[in-house]
């Protein structure tokens, strides 16, 4: 990463930006029906399975056709190779244009045309991920950090040091069974999603009880490590 500060809490204030305002517009339920065009092909929810395509829980923060479980096609393992990692951006161009995005995609589906169609099942997708996204996209907007908090760079091996406890619950491979995949995320989200719960805005007892055990250089620490594990 060559951004000085000022560029990376430029870009962090873009990326929330732009994430927030079409995760908050999409309504989950009504991406459930969209979600129809695609269980031909796609699991989703509890005890999925891979099909003609991967399940597609978890998605959210995921690296693009990382299922080691499945076998994807050259055209997506070029994503993965490019780093593109599953969000409400990337997730938009593969639904309204899938040939631009993955060219020679195997998958054979069109595209939605509708532009509602599409945020809302993007908010249901991202909804199934982490079991309740659809609620805190409006506690993010306002997520109250301080842009210096959001600018720390984390030491990628402290946080390593420190995600011992994480894996206990969190599945060091991104897998999500039942609890949200944080692998892969970008720095941005995990941590604001940390502050959130240290601060109370989001309200799972267990991860309050861990975040507020975490400084901010910590909390730093450890999105640096899970946005690349192991690398
Ligand atoms: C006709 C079958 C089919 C339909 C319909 C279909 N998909 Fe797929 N999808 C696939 C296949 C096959 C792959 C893996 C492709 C590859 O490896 O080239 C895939 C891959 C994906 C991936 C990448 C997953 C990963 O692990 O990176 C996403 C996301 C996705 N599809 C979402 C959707 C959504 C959302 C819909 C409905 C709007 C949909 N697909 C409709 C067959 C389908
Ligand atoms: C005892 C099990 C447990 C441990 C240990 C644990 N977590 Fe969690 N974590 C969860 C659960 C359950 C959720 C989902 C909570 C919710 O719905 O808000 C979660 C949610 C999260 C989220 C938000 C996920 C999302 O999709 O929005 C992040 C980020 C996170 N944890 C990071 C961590 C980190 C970092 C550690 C280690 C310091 C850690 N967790 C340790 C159980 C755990």
Redesign the pocket.
Known sequence: MGAGPRMLVLLVAVAIHAGTVQAQSGDAEAGRV??G??E???EIGAGAKHG???Q?NG?FG??????ET????P???R??DRGLV?DEAT?EQ??ADPDTL?PG?????DG?PDAVDRRN?VAF?RGIGDGSGIARAGVEQDHGIDPAVLAIRGDAEYGAWLSGECVTCHQADGGDAGIPSIVRWPVDRFVIAMHAYRSGRRDHPVMQMIARRLGDEEIAALAAFFENPGE
Not at 62 to 67: E, N
């Open positions: 969209v979600f065009e695609c031909g092909c796609h003609i395509g991967p597609l998605l995921r690296l693009a056709a990382s299922h499945f076998a994807y096609s055209a997506f393992l994503l993965r599953w997730l593969l639904l993955v995609s195997p998958m054979s589906f939605l099942l997708l």
